[in-house]
């Protein structure tokens, strides 16, 4: 078959059973908020009553993050992946015994707090264990193919999820999720990392996590595209995140649209990325922080919810607004950043990203019922547009790479 021709990234069989493992974890992981969700509202919750057991997810992935990130350059990373797998699957199968109607809210935010912790070491190993299994030249299409397995996941994901609810019900659904993580953790074992170097006297727990943190911050770019990042989830992904299944619901009296606005959102990044992948741009950071503008069309379709298809067609135009940092942006910390930092640099990237994302999780409710969803939701495309102007604005960030670094490589050449 072509996609596994002599030479092609599909011809590598760790990258093959990484790639196949992501699609199963994350169709798992894609359709675990839609029955989350369903749970939730059918139970009577409110939008802050949401938005608080989705910001606890995210605020543990967040707190130990750092601890994900020093462990993946310590440990062999598909370890690190595995252990995270397996432990969010059995979380998922305790959703299903305790997501009861009588069940408090702060039950399920206690799992659902925990299950972040399983992110926080899965997201920096798994892009941190790219480099041992494929040839530099590789990397690019590699994670790019990668993102892309993730977008077809995040799209069957939310139908999964969506169809298995209707079906079976949400904590049946919860259960599904589960078999997904433990395929995808069956497929990590057969992966041959490459190893790595270890120090012979290892550095202390806080030296590691300093000497992350301090690469992060001597790299502009990195640490300016993370902390904008971070104020464009608070704002901006936060109020979609908890005001789309809550509109749709409202104004549609059906789920599918929230499903489906969800599917195409990865639609749309699923093939910008492929687009970016196939285009070699002269300055790949100035095509992601402009496309990255498309993505104020979900708070705007959501502001003004007039119909099912005006909703869908903002998410896929949105979807698209991320394909390029999806292409660009793992291969550049790949390419900056040394191998036995990445974890590190990952998980400071995840939780820098992240960090305030529970804060607007939590306050989309509050702030929608002081000032009203529509003058709530028109801020936040405001916000997303003011945000990547700003970001231009940031030395590096048109080609995603520190010319401080060029500058000094060619002085030591001319040296030598």
Same mark, same amino acid.
């Given at each position: 078959?072509?996609?596994?021709?002599?030479?092609? =990234?599909?011809?590598?069989?760790?990258?093959?059973?990484?790639?196949?493992?992501?699609?199963?974890?994350?169709?798992?992981?894609?359709?675990?908020?839609?029955?989350?969700?369903?749970?939730?509202?059918?139970?009577?919750?409110?939008?802050?009553?949401?938005?608080?057991?989705?910001?606890?997810?995210?605020?543990?992935?967040?707190?130990?993050?750092?601890?994900?990130?020093?462990?993946?350059?310590?440990?062999?990373?598909?370890?690190?992946?595995?252990?995270?797998?397996?432990?969010?699957?059995?979380?998922?199968?305790?959703?299903?015994?305790?997501?009861?109607?009588?069940?408090?809210?702060?039950?399920?935010?206690?799992?659902?707090?925990?299950?972040?912790?399983?992110?926080?070491?899965?997201?920096?190993?798994?892009?941190?264990?790219? *480099?041992?299994?494929?040839?530099?030249?590789?990397?690019?299409?590699?994670?790019?193919?990668?993102?892309?397995?993730?977008?077809?996941?995040?799209?069957?994901?939310?139908?999964?999820?969506?169809?298995?609810?209707?079906?079976?019900?949400?904590?049946?659904?919860?259960?599904?999720?589960?078999?997904?993580?433990? =395929?995808?953790?069956?497929?990590?074992?057969?992966?041959?990392?490459?190893?790595?170097?270890?120090?012979?006297? *290892?550095?202390?727990?806080?030296?590691?996590?300093?000497?992350?943190?301090?690469?992060?911050?001597?790299?502009?770019?990195?640490?300016?595209?993370?902390? =904008?990042?971070?104020?464009?989830?608070?704002?901006?992904?936060?109020?979609?995140?908890?005001?789309?299944?809550?509109?749709?619901?409202?104004?549609?009296?059906?789920?599918?649209?929230?499903?489906?606005?969800?599917?195409?959102?990865?639609?749309?990044?699923?093939?910008?990325?492929?687009?970016?992948?196939? @285009?070699?741009?002269?300055?790949?950071?100035?095509?992601?922080?402009?496309?990255?503008?498309?993505?104020?069309?979900?708070?705007?379709?959501?502001?003004? *919810?007039?119909?099912?298809?005006?909703?869908?067609?903002? @998410? #896929?135009?949105?979807?698209?607004?991320?394909?390029?940092?999806?292409? @660009?942006?793992?291969?550049?910390?790949?390419?900056?950043?040394?191998?036995?930092?990445?974890?590190?640099?990952?998980?400071?990237?995840?939780?820098?990203?992240?960090?305030?994302?529970?804060?607007?999780?939590?306050?989309?409710?509050?702030?929608?019922?002081?000032?009203?969803?529509? *003058?709530?939701?028109?801020?936040?495309?405001?916000?997303?547009?003011? =945000?990547?102007?700003? #970001?231009?604005?940031?030395?590096?960030?048109?080609?995603?790479?520190?010319?401080?670094?060029?500058?000094?490589?060619?002085?030591?050449?001319?040296?030598?």
């Amino acid at each position: 078959m072509a996609f596994i021709a002599p030479g092609s =990234i599909f011809s590598y069989a760790d990258y093959r059973n990484l790639w196949i493992s992501n699609l199963f974890v994350t169709i798992g992981a894609s359709a675990f908020p839609i029955a989350l969700a369903v749970t939730v509202l059918d139970a009577g919750g409110t939008t802050t009553t949401l938005g608080l057991i989705l910001a606890s997810r995210v605020l543990s992935s967040v707190l130990l993050a750092p601890v994900g990130g020093v462990w993946a350059d310590r440990l062999p990373r598909k370890f690190v992946m595995i252990g995270a797998d397996l432990y969010r699957a059995l979380l998922m199968i305790g959703l299903v015994f305790i997501s009861t109607p009588s069940v408090p809210a702060w039950g399920l935010a206690v799992l659902v707090f925990a299950m972040g912790a399983g992110e926080a070491f899965g997201f920096p190993a798994s892009g941190a264990i790219l *480099p041992s299994i494929l040839p530099s030249e590789k990397l690019p299409a590699g994670n790019v193919l990668r993102s892309l397995g993730v977008r077809v996941a995040q799209v069957v994901g939310p139908g999964v999820g969506g169809f298995s609810v209707a079906v079976m019900g949400g904590r049946l659904t919860f259960a599904v999720t589960a078999a997904f993580f433990v =395929i995808g953790t069956f497929l990590l074992f057969r992966i041959h990392e490459a190893p790595r170097a270890v120090a012979e006297i *290892p550095p202390t727990f806080i030296t590691d996590l300093r000497e992350g943190l301090k690469t992060v911050w001597h790299t502009p770019w990195i640490a300016a595209t993370i902390g =904008i990042s971070s104020l464009q989830l608070m704002v901006v992904l936060a109020s979609e995140n908890v005001l789309l299944p809550v509109i749709t619901r409202r104004e549609f009296h059906t789920n599918s649209v929230f499903a489906t606005a969800t599917a195409m959102f990865s639609i749309g990044a699923s093939v910008s990325a492929l687009i970016a992948m196939r @285009y070699r741009a002269r300055h790949p950071g100035l095509i992601a922080v402009v496309v990255w503008t498309l993505f104020a069309f979900a708070p705007l379709v959501l502001a003004f *919810p007039s119909s099912k298809t005006f909703i869908i067609v903002g @998410y #896929l135009i949105a979807g698209i607004s991320l394909g390029p940092w999806e292409a @660009y942006w793992p291969s550049a910390i790949q390419r900056e950043v040394p191998q036995e930092l990445q974890g590190r640099v990952f998980s400071v990237d995840y939780m820098g990203t992240v960090g305030l994302m529970p804060i607007g999780l939590a306050f989309v409710g509050p702030v929608t019922q002081a000032l009203g969803e529509r *003058p709530f939701l028109i801020g936040a495309v405001i916000f997303q547009l003011l =945000i990547c102007g700003l #970001l231009l604005l940031v030395p590096g960030i048109i080609d995603l790479h520190s010319p401080k670094k060029i500058d000094s490589s060619q002085g030591e050449q001319f040296k030598a």
